[in-house]
């Protein structure tokens, strides 16, 4: 996981965020279609608002919605997120819409 994660960051600060952007979806997407919900957690927990593009926040809100339910790290995810990307100047309501 930790790999995967560390080849996300990689491509979308090299600006190859569709490519990051795949290997987030896959990456969760496998986790949470195997039950690995404490996996999933620690990604949302690890990841730094900060550091990563508006589209893989959005990204990793939208693979984890249908989960949202059963990840604890999810709520507090949402709410950094949103704070970020207030604090870059975005419409958060336009890109959070639906999300939380």
Same mark, same amino acid.
């Given at each position: 996981?930790?790999?995967?994660?560390?080849?996300?960051?990689?491509?979308?600060?090299?600006?190859?965020?569709?490519?990051?952007?795949?290997?987030?979806?896959?990456?969760?997407?496998?986790?949470?279609?195997?039950?690995?919900?404490?996996?999933?957690?620690?990604?949302?927990?690890? *990841?730094?608002? #900060?550091?990563?593009?508006?589209? %893989? &926040?959005? @990204? !990793?809100?939208?693979?984890?919605?249908?989960?949202?339910?059963?990840?604890?790290?999810?709520?507090?995810?949402?709410?950094?997120?949103?704070?970020?990307? *207030?604090?870059? #100047?975005?419409?958060?309501?336009? %890109? &959070?819409? @639906? !999300?939380?």
């Amino acid at each position: 996981m930790g790999d995967a994660l560390d080849r996300v960051r990689e491509l979308d600060g090299g600006g190859e965020t569709d490519r990051a952007l795949d290997l987030l979806f896959d990456t969760v997407d496998d986790l949470l279609l195997a039950g690995r919900f404490g996996e999933c957690d620690a990604i949302l927990r690890s *990841a730094d608002a #900060g550091e990563w593009s508006a589209t %893989l &926040l959005v @990204g !990793l809100l939208t693979v984890t919605l249908p989960a949202r339910g059963r990840l604890a790290e999810r709520a507090p995810f949402v709410e950094r997120t949103r704070a970020e990307l *207030a604090g870059r #100047g975005r419409d958060t309501k336009a %890109l &959070l819409d @639906g !999300l939380e």
